[in-house]
């Protein structure tokens, strides 16, 4: 299974390096009122890392969810 992580990490890393390499090109990204100009790699990590970020916080937030207090099936309202 350690064989099979570090072969996927490679393969992984790999295909990220050849993806910032194959888009250098700047692109012109409007955000609210602003207008930044940077590489098309730099905003792809970018919203891959903003992705990944509130994909963590979900899963934390739900799994403190189900940890806490669990109510009554019936409550006898």
Do not use: C, H, W
Not at 3 to 13: C, E, G, H, P
Not at 53 to 73: H, I, T, Y
């Amino acid at each position: 299974m350690q064989r099979f992580k570090m072969i996927s990490i490679a393969i992984l890393s790999l295909l990220g390096v050849i993806i910032i390499l194959q888009n250098t090109e700047p692109v012109e990204t409007r955000l609210l009122f602003m207008s930044i100009t940077m590489p098309r790699a730099i905003l792809l990590m970018g919203t891959t890392l903003i992705g990944f970020a509130l994909g963590l916080l979900v899963s934390l937030f739900s799994r403190g969810r189900d940890r806490g207090e669990k109510l009554p099936k019936n409550p006898g309202y």
